[in-house]
């Protein structure tokens, strides 16, 4: 069972079961998760440009805090699944 990178619309996790990790959700997954791999990288150093910019107000700070915690989020969403840890 593989954990995907996103949720159902009740919020719950979502899995997908299959041997082909060719199959076409398995490469949308694939790529999904590559992009929110790609989206994190950029969060983060947007995150340490606000917090070394001591000009930086509240608003940018909470901005900044709010990606970082949803990329967070999606970043070990991936390490599960990718650990298999299903929780």
């Known amino acids: 069972m593989r954990l ?12 997908l079961s299959t041997d082909d990790p060719g199959s076409l959700l398995s490469r ?3 790529d999904i998760e590559a992009a929110q791999l790609s989206s994190a ?3 983060l150093a947007g ?6 910019d001591p000009k930086a107000g509240e608003r ?3 901005f900044a805090l709010t990606r970082t915690v949803e990329s967070l989020g999606d970043v070990l969403r991936i390490a599960i699944s990718r650990g298999g840890d299903n929780r």
């Not at 995907?4 to 899995?15: E, F, N, S």
């Open 47 to 52: 995150a340490r440009s606000v917090l070394h």
């Open 60 to 62: 940018a700070v909470r």
């Open 4 to 15: 995907l990178p996103w949720t159902g619309a009740d919020g719950k996790a979502c899995y």
């Open 41 to 43: 990288e950029q969060v």
């Open 28 to 30: 949308l997954a694939d």
